[in-house]
């Protein structure tokens, strides 16, 4: 009863054990595994723009996994990320793309325009793309 109106001040507080246990599970990896696992999420938090804690939580999860599998088969992290570490970040960050700030601006513009094309009764109907006036 009292984690409801706690919760509307912090976020949920499940999310937030589960970023901790998060932080403990990366803490338990061997190198080079944890050094890369740093790096990915600290990319991640920069340029995510994720803005939902549960999706942010149920992603650094499957970081945790990935990393944890790879250590366990001792596949080389080369193997894991790539070479190009950057476009792996931003693969994997793909997977969560419906909870990124920037998705939510894109569905808010479009909804903005498609309100203001309605109410000058502009209703959308270009024509045809490809027809040539």
Known sequence: MAGGWIEKLTGSLDDKRRYKR???????????????AEAVERYLMYSGGISDGATL????????????????????????VGENPVEFVETFLANYSEAQWIS????????AVDRAAAATGATGDRGDPGEVS
């Open 104 to 111: 939510k601006e894109r569905a808010r513009l479009t909804r």
């Open 22 to 36: 998060h932080k403990a599970r990366v803490q338990q990896l061997p190198e080079p595994y944890r050094e890369t």
């Open 57 to 80: 939580v149920r992603m650094l999860d499957d970081l945790d996994e990935l990393f944890e599998q790879s250590a366990t088969d001792g596949t080389p992290i080369r193997d894991v």
